[in-house]
């Protein structure tokens, strides 16, 4: 017997060829979950070792169970294309939720699906894994993040964990050349990209780096290291694709594959009066919403003056701010409720910390309004105008990708608080203009920004790669 070497069993079925005969026995579902070989391989040529003396040779055995042979011994080969998305992250982020819809809406038919991960208790984004369909899940060692850490804290990390993730990462290499992997798909973290690259220059593989920020300077030597070689980088907007152009990467390895959102999570019908009552708002009080991370790159600052300018004409008007500081440590909420009160509307501003009821709180809201710089794309856009609430923000980064000026939302230039207050109160003033925003952003999302289209254009981008 010999049970090293490599084989794969397709669908249960039991295969033979001539000569150098083969049976492939499926292995426990265990080895399914823990990236082990997913059959035996058996060599019939050793098979006389302990064969019954009636049965001469291997060879007779074999010609005798061919006569009787099922047609779907002679299947074609398996001609999908085998994909290994690569997510280090044990808490699921926005860039981890998207390679979550992607996996569950590539074709099954087309691709075959890989997928490594990192355990852990708890491991959130290992579960959310674990729970898609299809697709095999690799458990994987990446070791220690080094994410805000000093040095002294990244060498000791080192230390620590790198010769087991170094075993795990030789594992997850034969893994990949084992199951004959073509294309792997990390996220911009830089234990991802390193990895991905690593694993492609040793299996032979291509590597594929989804990048979910603009390029900065603050990136570091490790993940620049990873950019530079990588055979494409995907950039989940056509602004934050063009910033890895202006920072001298190869044009033809850049590429933009826009985001997208599930519509059928964000239903436009809910009743706005539980997300109004657990909010404290005042029945026919104007509401604006604003989600996101608390740091000055969203823009929280702009809106709060921006509220100062509407009060005087709305002076039940609320903006209800949702999310938490990042850093955590950073003290922005504080600055945020200093600088309110300054400015004479503090008892406007409703500050709720992390919410888990988000599309409760958009249903509750008359506008959205998220005046971020330069971002990347802007989920959050999508998922109000999938609620149908129209957008107010500026007209740089990623977001007029998303929202249409004038069609479901209104952006105006960076830093100018007055434009920033006139959008604001244009659609405040105009219940009928907020309804056909609302529409026309609904219907947008369902046209652009749903998870199939997005796994299409991945699809063809794959194709494109391997070509």
Not at 59 to 73: H, I, L, V, W
Not at 137 to 153: A, V
Not at 392 to 402: D, M, R
């Amino acid at each position: 017997m010999d049970l090293s070497a490599p084989a794969h069993w397709r669908s249960g079925k039991l295969c033979l060829t001539l000569c150098n005969w083969r049976i492939y026995v499926p292995s426990p579902p265990s080895a399914l979950l823990f990236g082990y070989s997913q059959c035996t391989h058996i060599n019939l040529l050793d098979f006389n070792a302990c064969a019954p003396r009636n049965l001469l040779t291997a060879r007779s055995f074999a010609k005798g169970f061919e006569q009787c042979a099922p047609d779907f011994m002679h299947a074609p080969p398996d001609k999908r294309t085998r994909v290994l998305f690569i997510n280090s992250a044990l808490f699921a982020g926005a860039d981890t939720w998207i390679h979550f819809l992607l996996l569950r809406n590539l074709s099954q038919d087309k691709f075959e699906l890989h997928a490594a991960g990192q355990p852990g208790s708890p491991a959130p984004a290992f579960d959310e894994l674990r729970a898609i369909p299809g697709i095999v899940l690799r458990p994987t060692n990446f070791g220690p993040s080094l994410w805000e850490r000093s040095k002294l804290q990244k060498l000791a990390g080192l230390a620590g964990g790198l010769p087991a993730a170094a075993a795990s990462m030789l594992g997850l290499a034969a893994y990949i050349r084992h199951h004959r992997i073509e294309i792997l798909h990390s996220t911009d973290r830089p234990r991802d990209a390193i990895a991905c690259v690593v694993l492609a220059a040793l299996t032979g593989a291509k590597a594929l780096i989804h990048v979910h920020v603009n390029y900065g300077e603050w990136m570091g030597r490790g993940v620049n290291w990873a950019f530079g070689r990588a055979d494409a980088i995907v950039g989940v907007s056509k602004h934050t694709a063009s910033t890895f152009v202006e920072a001298g990467y190869r044009p033809d390895r850049v590429h933009a594959v826009l985001n997208a959102i599930d519509p059928a999570r964000w239903d436009p019908s809910l009743d706005p009066a539980p997300g109004r009552a657990s909010l404290g708002v005042p029945d026919g009080a104007p509401l604006i919403l604003s989600v996101a991370r608390l740091f000055r790159g969203k823009g929280h600052f702009e809106l709060v003056s921006a509220l100062a300018l509407i009060k005087p004409k709305h002076p039940n008007v609320r903006l209800v701010i949702v999310g938490s500081d990042y850093p955590a440590d950073s003290g922005t909420t504080r600055m945020l409720k200093e600088h309110a009160s300054a400015i004479g509307i503090g008892e406007n501003v409703i500050f709720t910390g992390q919410r888990s009821d988000i599309a409760a709180l958009m249903a509750a809201c008359d506008v959205f309004s998220l005046p971020s710089f330069e971002e990347p794309f802007g989920l959050v856009f999508a998922e109000a105008m999938a609620m149908k609430r129209p957008v107010v923000a500026l007209t740089n980064g990623g977001t007029p990708e998303v929202v249409e000026h004038g069609k479901c939302g209104l952006l105006s230039p960076p830093g100018d608080i007055d434009a920033l207050a006139a959008n604001l109160l244009t659609l405040l003033n105009d219940p009928a203009l907020r309804t056909q925003f609302g529409a026309y952003g609904r219907s947008r999302v369902e046209q652009y920004f749903t998870p199939q289209r997005m796994a299409s254009d991945f699809a063809a981008l794959y194709s494109r790669m391997l070509a």
